[in-house]
Each structure stands twice: as structure tokens, then as C-alpha cells.
């Protein structure tokens, strides 16, 4: 690094320099309007109205978002998603599931599932970080999982059905940080699942499925079949609770209410076509100007699986991204480092709803600016 600190200057800098994969940027109109609430809905009980309509404000402004398809159900729980992947484990599973892992979030679910002694060995496709890999057809497999978008290295996939899959498997998709930003058919998913603290620009600790009938009916048939599954666990349990604009035990009132707020403005915005036109519109600008710059790349080398929710730039040698970083975030642009544990010559830089593209292209120029300084 430089001797002196590098200030950018002002007139090249966002106005909101927060560019975090989860948690993610949160509108301060919405911080303003949990303000406004905040003696009347925070700190009163969860199982009266004033709660219970939050969540079904919720929970409505989801289904309105994704067009959701007859039968269909919008369940929420408590945990994040690395809780449902359990849920999933105990409530989805029947015995085989098979994975397509990219990346260390998709992995995480794999193992929660090779780690479970009650299911089969699962079949996991794995791809190298920063291309993909995809599931297909097996027999036997009851249950398939993808990841939408991989957060970890910036790869997204469509939501499809596996083709030739055994009549009755399911599929799910994590789509914790796709979901909101990236375009979506849910007749192509059983279970569409993600946390809020992502496109829905909200806190953790909240997890939403997106079930269809067919996964509602398999949560009710395997908890019928006697498996032990703890209650905080139990899909069944959520779905009765989600019903009555519920959770088990005691949601994070804030999170609820700044999804809700959040749904609520991407719909008034235009909803999911806005929101992917949106992302695909800062995406651009990001992947452009790496494409152009003689010192930065696109990692992921395939432009049809680049993310347009999670944008990954290399750096050629010589140049230190991480350097970059740290100047950024000493200038109020913070959290553009790579995924921890990938360990590239990176910058790893959220595109979701709730950033604006105009503050994107003022990234691009505060680092091109920090580069020429160092
Ligand atoms: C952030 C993230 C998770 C983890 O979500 P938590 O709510 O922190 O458990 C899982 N999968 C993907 C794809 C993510 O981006």
C-alpha cells in the first residue's frame, strides 16, 4: 500500500458505499419507516394483529412478487437458511437426494445431507468454483438441489426441472441470494427457498420456502411415516404456523417488517421483471468495465453464467485486490472482498435491488481511481 492514505475524491464516490453479499444494504427509507413504528410494533407480542399482519403483509407481497402458482405456499421459519437446509433434511428427504455444488454454499447443503444418518448416501455433481455444474435425471433420487446463485464465487444457473427425474421427486433451489433479483418460473421448483438479509434487503435470521403442493405433500407424508424430527425442524409444525402468519417461536420483528417493506417497494417499483432488469442493469456496468480495464476480469469466464446478484473480479498479478479493498472500505466503500474462504486476487461486489446501478458505475470509477493511486 501506499505511504499516505488515498482519498477518493468526493464527486467519484457512491451515495450509499455498502456493496455486502448478506447482510446486504438496507434502504434507509425502510429504516425510517421501522422508525416509525418502532413504539407501536417493536416490542409487542408476536401472536396479536399488529405482528401477525407484518408477517402477512409479508408473506402476500412474496406471493404478488413471484406470480405464485396455484397451490402453491409461502412459508416462513426461524433460523436463516442453513436451517432449512436441515429442515430440508429431515422434512424433504426420503432417502436419496443428489446435489449440483459449486461453491461453498451449495456444498454446505451436501454435507448437511451426507451427514444425516437416517438418509442415503446423496449423489453430489460438483463443478469448480466459478463455472457450475448440473443436475440429471437418476433413479431413485427423490429429491435434487441446486443452488441459484452461487454467492460464493458469482455463478447463477436457471431454475429448471431435472428432465426423466422419478415421477414424485422434488426439487429445490437456493435461491437465498438470487431470490428477488433474478428472473424466476416457480412451476420449475418444488422448494424456492431463501433468508432476507440478501435481495430482500432485510436482517438474518429468517428463512422463506416457496413450496408447491408436491413439497407440502411430502413434509406431511414423511412426518406421517414416524421419522424423529425435532420440532424446531419440522416443516409440517412451519407450514401450520406460516398458515396462522406464525413462526414456532419468536421471529426477529425488525427482519420481518424491513422484508415486508422491502417486498412491498420492489412491487411498487414494478415487481420481479423490474428487480431482474434492474440487477441486470448494474451487472452490466460492472462486468463492462472489468471486460474493458487491463487489469481486471470477469472470474467467471462463461458470460451466460456470470450473476447478475453477485459480480466476482479477478485482478491480474501485481495488482492487490485486497489492497483495493482496504482502500475502499477506508473511503466508505466497504465489503467488496472476495468470499473468505475462495482466496483469489478478487473483489466480490453485491448487485441486489436495493443498490443502485448509478452507485455501481461510481464504484467502477472509485476503482479505477484507487488503482492508478497505489
Ligand atoms: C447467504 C447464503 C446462505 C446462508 O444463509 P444464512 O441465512 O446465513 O444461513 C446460503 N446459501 C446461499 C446461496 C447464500 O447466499
Given at each position: 500500500m501506499a505511504e499516505t492514505p488515498i482519498t477518493i475524491?468526493?464527486?467519484?464516490?457512491?451515495?450509499?458505499?455498502?456493496?455486502?453479499?448478506?447482510?446486504?444494504?438496507?434502504?434507509?427509507?425502510?429504516?425510517?419507516?421501522?422508525?416509525?413504528?418502532?413504539?407501536?410494533?417493536?416490542?409487542?407480542?408476536?401472536?396479536?394483529?399488529?405482528?401477525?399482519?407484518?408477517?402477512?403483509?409479508?408473506?402476500?407481497?412474496?406471493?404478488?412478487?413471484?406470480?405464485?402458482?396455484?397451490?402453491?405456499?409461502?412459508?416462513?421459519?426461524?433460523?436463516?437458511?442453513?436451517?432449512?437446509?436441515?429442515?430440508?433434511?429431515?422434512?424433504?428427504?426420503?432417502?436419496?437426494?443428489?446435489?449440483?455444488?459449486?461453491?461453498?454454499?451449495?456444498?454446505?447443503?451436501?454435507?448437511?445431507?451426507?451427514?444425516?444418518?437416517?438418509?442415503?448416501?446423496?449423489?453430489?455433481?460438483?463443478?469448480?468454483?466459478?463455472?457450475?455444474?448440473?443436475?440429471?435425471?437418476?433413479?431413485?433420487?427423490?429429491?435434487?438441489?441446486?443452488?441459484?446463485?452461487?454467492?460464493?464465487?458469482?455463478?447463477?444457473?436457471?431454475?429448471?426441472?431435472?428432465?426423466?427425474?422419478?415421477?414424485?421427486?422434488?426439487?429445490?433451489?437456493?435461491?437465498?441470494?438470487?431470490?428477488?433479483?433474478?428472473?424466476?418460473?416457480?412451476?420449475?421448483?418444488?422448494?424456492?427457498?431463501?433468508?432476507?438479509?440478501?435481495?430482500?434487503?432485510?436482517?438474518?435470521?429468517?428463512?422463506?420456502?416457496?413450496?408447491?403442493?408436491?413439497?407440502?405433500?411430502?413434509?406431511?407424508?414423511?412426518?406421517?411415516?414416524?421419522?424423529?424430527?425435532?420440532?424446531?425442524?419440522?416443516?409440517?409444525?412451519?407450514?401450520?404456523?406460516?398458515?396462522?402468519?406464525?413462526?414456532?417461536?419468536?421471529?426477529?420483528?425488525?427482519?420481518?417488517?424491513?422484508?415486508?417493506?422491502?417486498?412491498?417497494?420492489?412491487?411498487?417499483?414494478?415487481?420481479?421483471?423490474?428487480?431482474?432488469?434492474?440487477?441486470?442493469?448494474?451487472?452490466?456496468?460492472?462486468?463492462?468495465?472489468?471486460?474493458?480495464?487491463?487489469?481486471?476480469?470477469?472470474?467467471?469466464?462463461?458470460?451466460?453464467?456470470?450473476?447478475?446478484?453477485?459480480?466476482?473480479?479477478?485482478?491480474?498479478?501485481?495488482?492487490?485486490?485486497?489492497?483495493?479493498?482496504?482502500t475502499?472500505?477506508a473511503n466508505?466503500?466497504?465489503?467488496?472482498?472476495?468470499?473468505?474462504?475462495?482466496?483469489?486476487?478478487?473483489?466480490?461486489?453485491?448487485?441486489?435491488?436495493?443498490?443502485?446501478?448509478?452507485?455501481?458505475?461510481?464504484?467502477?470509477?472509485?476503482?479505477?481511481?484507487v488503482?492508478?493511486q497505489l
Open positions: 475524491p468526493a464527486e467519484l464516490l457512491p451515495v450509499d458505499g455498502r456493496f455486502c453479499c448478506g447482510p446486504s444494504k438496507v434502504r434507509p427509507q425502510a429504516v425510517e419507516a421501522l422508525s416509525a413504528v418502532s413504539s407501536s410494533f417493536l416490542g409487542t407480542s408476536h401472536r396479536q394483529k399488529t405482528v401477525k399482519n407484518q408477517v402477512a403483509r409479508f408473506r402476500q407481497g412474496l406471493a404478488d412478487f413471484f406470480g405464485l402458482p396455484e397451490g402453491y405456499e409461502v412459508i416462513i421459519g426461524n433460523g436463516g437458511t442453513t436451517a432449512f437446509w436441515e429442515v430440508a433434511a429431515f422434512s424433504l428427504i426420503k432417502d436419496r437426494a443428489q446435489f449440483a455444488t459449486f461453491g461453498e454454499f451449495g456444498a454446505k447443503f451436501a454435507k448437511a445431507v451426507k451427514d444425516a444418518p437416517f438418509l442415503g448416501a446423496p449423489t453430489v455433481h460438483k463443478g469448480e468454483p466459478g463455472s457450475a455444474a448440473f443436475l440429471t435425471a437418476e433413479a431413485g433420487v427423490d429429491a435434487y438441489g441446486i443452488t441459484q446463485n452461487e454467492t460464493s464465487t458469482g455463478v447463477a444457473v436457471p431454475v429448471q426441472r431435472v428432465a426423466g427425474a422419478d415421477q414424485g421427486a422434488l426439487i429445490l433451489h437456493d435461491a437465498t441470494s438470487a431470490a428477488g433479483g433474478l428472473d424466476v418460473d416457480l412451476t420449475q421448483s418444488d422448494v424456492y427457498y431463501f433468508a432476507p438479509q440478501k435481495c430482500f434487503a432485510s436482517d438474518g435470521g429468517l428463512w422463506i420456502a416457496i413450496l408447491s403442493p408436491a413439497a407440502i405433500a411430502r413434509a406431511e407424508e414423511i412426518k406421517a411415516g414416524g421419522r424423529y424430527i425435532p420440532a424446531f425442524l419440522d416443516l409440517v409444525t412451519a407450514i401450520e404456523n406460516s398458515r396462522l402468519e406464525q413462526t414456532l417461536n419468536t421471529p426477529a420483528l425488525a427482519t420481518v417488517f424491513l422484508a415486508a417493506e422491502q417486498t412491498d417497494w420492489m412491487n411498487a417499483q414494478g415487481g420481479l421483471s423490474w428487480a431482474a432488469q434492474r440487477t441486470a442493469e448494474s451487472a452490466e456496468i460492472l462486468y463492462r468495465w472489468a471486460e474493458k480495464s487491463p487489469v481486471a476480469t470477469p472470474f467467471v469466464t462463461d458470460p451466460g453464467l456470470r450473476s447478475n446478484v453477485v459480480a466476482t473480479i479477478d485482478f491480474a498479478e501485481g495488482v492487490d485486490a485486497a489492497a483495493i479493498a482496504k475502499l472500505r466508505g466503500l466497504v465489503d467488496t472482498e472476495p468470499y473468505r474462504k475462495l482466496g483469489r486476487n478478487q473483489l466480490r461486489v453485491a448487485l441486489y435491488p436495493a443498490i443502485d446501478p448509478s452507485d455501481v458505475q461510481a464504484l467502477t470509477a472509485s476503482i479505477d481511481y488503482i492508478e
